[in-house]
């Protein structure tokens, strides 16, 4: 059993590359990939491709976020994030070996799910991975109003508020979120107005008007749709 969400899937995709090209036994393999839709799901069609090289593979997609043309069934498998109560019962009884990578938060939730469902721990191989971070130069007197226009709430941010949702969060306001590293974007929100910086590299696919609020820092006054 794989379990990966984001580019978690890379350390994957290397196992599945090695056996697509061995010609000896392939063991039965069961691939669950957690996206947040179409546009940022990593190796899309390289994990297709596999999928048709090895007879023994079987691959569950999972979006969190589809985007309206996405439609379930065709380009993902299930809604939502992967959960320890997608595996399969009878893997379970067979002793299935449990390999995930993602962030900190899915590898525990799912670690617990899986014990809870009855997984010997020993059974259970987690790899985090990590995002360098982006120096930010903020001065510690900074200070920027944040206007969230659908809470129709504007709050004052200071430097040790920390990223716009510790700030949405530390006043009650509800945004998405999910791996908290910069990778899932679930929590792209649109920025009407003003400038942010991030701490880590963006994915190459948000676009120019977005921010990812679990990295981003107010560089000026800014207002957001949220
Ligand atoms: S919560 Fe995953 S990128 Fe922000």
């Known amino acids: 059993m794989l379990l990966a969400s ?6 994957f995709i290397g196992y599945l590359e090695t056996l697509a090209r061995s010609g000896g036994s392939v063991p039965e393999v069961v691939l669950h990939h957690g996206s947040r839709n179409s ?5 899309r069609n390289r994990t297709s491709e596999l999928r048709d090289l090895i007879r023994q593979l079987r691959v569950h997609t999972h979006y969190s976020r589809p985007e309206p043309h996405d439609v379930l069934g065709r380009d ?3 809604f939502g994030r992967i959960s320890a109560a997608d595996v399969d019962a009878r893997l379970i009884e067979r002793r299935a070996r449990f390999y995930l990578c993602g ?3 899915m590898l525990s939730d799912i670690t617990i799910g899986l014990v809870d469902r009855g997984v010997p721990r020993f059974d259970i191989f987690a790899e985090k991975f990590h995002v360098a971070p982006q120096r930010v130069d903020v001065p510690d007197s900074a200070q920027a109003t944040v206007r969230f226009t659908r809470a129709n709430r504007q709050v004052t941010w200071r430097k040790e508020d920390g ?3 510790q700030l949405a969060e530390r006043e009650g306001i509800r945004l998405p979120s999910g791996c908290r590293l910069g990778q899932c974007e679930s929590c792209a929100i649109t920025v009407l107005d003003g400038q942010v910086a991030h701490l880590v590299t963006c994915p190459e696919d948000l676009a ?8 981003a820092m107010p560089m000026t006054d800014v207002t957001l749709d949220a």
Do not use: K, M, V, Y
Not at 6 to 11: A, F, K, S
Not at 39 to 43: E, K, L
């Open 6 to 11: 984001g580019i978690g899937i890379t350390p």
């Open 39 to 43: 546009t940022s799901h990593a190796f």
């Open 76 to 78: 993902h498998h299930h």
């Open 103 to 105: 962030p900190e938060d």
């Open 163 to 165: 990223t716009l949702l």
């Open 208 to 215: 120019d008007d977005q921010c990812l609020t679990c990295q």
